[in-house]
């Protein structure tokens, strides 16, 4: 198991940007991807990104792609998720986790979650 951690939630107004962070400590990332989802009430858990234990590979769900970049600093046990030009829809719950792909199915190591509100 990992302790995976996220960070940086909060109310912002549309147009804004938060910067999320999370935090993996206890096994490796080596081989593994770290991925984003969220979660709005009422709504399926949804894909937002992910990244390879290198770095060198990312992936964005449709909604965010231009707006949200993914990236893991140099020891890649931190990745952040830099999110510009946030829009209402964007509020939602958001986990990151450790797996592989792009489907909550394959992630077995969830974080608590970060709340994202953005207001019109």
């Known amino acids: 198991q990992v302790q995976m951690v996220e960070s940086g939630g909060g109310l912002v107004q549309a147009g804004g940007s938060l910067r999320l962070s999370c935090a993996t400590s206890g096994r490796t990332l080596k081989f593994y991807n770290v991925g984003w989802f969220r979660q709005a009430p009422g709504k399926e858990r949804e894909f937002v990104a992910a990244i390879t234990w290198t770095g060198v590979s990312t992936v964005y769900g449709d909604s965010v792609k231009g707006r949200f970049t993914i990236s893991n600093d140099n020891a890649k046990t931190t990745v952040h998720l830099q999110m510009t030009s946030l829009k209402p829809e964007d509020t939602a719950v958001y986990y990151c986790?450790?797996?592989?792909?792009?489907?909550?199915?394959?992630?077995?190591?969830w974080g608590q979650g970060t709340q994202v509100t953005v207001s019109s």
């Open positions: 986790a450790r797996g592989w792909g792009t489907i909550a199915a394959g992630y077995a190591d």
